[in-house]
Structure formats: C-alpha cells, structure tokens
C-alpha cells in the first residue's frame, strides 16, 4: 500500500491539483509544513518543486527552471493549452456568477447544483445563449437541441478536466476544486505578462505558474 507521501508525489507528478475537495488526504497531508518540505527535497533531485494558489486551497508541481529546452516547450505548450480554453472557462464563470443569487464566483468548495443552472437557464434567452456559445467552445453537445443535454455535457466535461467532482457519483451536485484557484492565478498572470517571450524577465513568475 502506498504511504501518504507516496500519493503526493505521484499526484503532483501526474500534474493535478490537489485540494481538500479532490484529495483531502494528500491536500492534509501537504499542509503540515514539514511534509511539503519532505516532498520538496524530492522534487528538487529532479528540478521541481511544490507550488500553492495564491488562495492557499491548492497544491501543484511547478518546474524550478525553464532554462532547459524541454522544459521550455512544456511550459509553452501547456500555456497554449490554457489559452484555448480559457475563453469557456471565463464564459462558465459568468453563467454560474449570473445564476448565482448572491453573484458569487466560483471558489474550490462551492457547490453547483445541476437543477438550480438549468431551471434559471429554461427561464432566461440570453443564458441560454451563453450556455451555447460555452458548448461550442468546449466543442461539447454542439447539435442538441436540448438545454439540460447541453449543460450535462459541459458539466461532465469540467469533472473530466478536474474543475469539478461530483458528489456521490449522482451527476446532480458538484463540488469546485482549487483548479479555478489555479485559473485566477493565471489570469492575473496572463493580465500582466501577456505577450512578454519566454526569455524575457518574466521567467520566473512563469515558472511559479506552471
């Protein structure tokens, strides 16, 4: 049976985000300061180390330097990833906030239920609209003609990409995971630094956020 450790290393190497919603376990475990130091001392023999959201709610593994050239193209090419989807993300971002009674931004530990989004979706044309334009981004459900078939497979698709769990494995109730606390973080960076090359002083933020 694997240790506690062992969990953490593998996780973060498999390059997820580990939270209290998606690994209480290993996410416990990372906050006691001499543990993250014990993964740490492992990463640094093989030039990583353990990165956390600005928010505290999340853990990742972060290269310590993007001198090397392999490196490199990983960062730029998980960059580029980023910046394809992000335009879904930021649209689902502003559905939620727009059902939400309180207009509150999604936050790891938010609960999102399915019948609450699809009951004010039926009643409001410019949500369903923004529903959508987000299945087309996402390249999810484009030909349904149906809203609740549309909003399940973007649903689906954020639980594969790991920006949700869902709860019981009933489809119905979803947790947010601290992956949207990544997405903050990398929009605050793309705000300041989009555009700057790879090579250029901005290194090292780079480095933190990937």
Not at 15 to 23: A, G
Not at 80 to 88: F, Q, V
């Amino acid at each position: 049976m694997a240790s506690r450790f062992e969990n953490c290393i593998e996780a973060l190497l498999n390059q997820n985000i580990i939270c209290e919603v998606s690994n209480s376990d290993s996410f416990s475990y990372l906050d006691t300061p001499e543990n993250e130091e014990s993964v740490n001392n492992f990463f640094h023999r093989i030039g990583r180390k353990v990165a956390r959201t600005r928010d505290r709610k999340g853990f990742y593994c972060v290269f310590n330097s993007i001198e090397d050239k392999t490196k490199r193209n990983a960062v730029e090419k998980h960059f580029e990833y980023i910046i394809i989807n992000l335009e879904g993300l930021i649209d689902w971002l502003r559905l939620v906030r727009n059902v939400d009674h309180e207009s509150k931004p999604i936050e790891a530990g938010m609960r999102i239920k399915e019948s609450e989004l699809l009951a004010a979706i039926e009643e409001s044309s410019s949500l369903k609209l923004q529903l959508e334009n987000i299945a087309h981004k996402f390249k999810r459900a484009q030909n349904a003609t149906e809203t609740k078939t549309k909003l399940r497979s973007i649903l689906q698709y954020l639980v594969d990409e790991k920006y949700l769990t869902s709860i019981g494995g009933s489809g119905a109730v979803y947790t947010a995971t601290a992956k949207w606390s990544l997405i903050y973080d990398q929009l605050e960076f793309i705000k300041i630094y989009e555009g700057i090359e790879s090579e250029s002083d901005g290194n090292e933020e780079q480095v933190e956020l990937f």
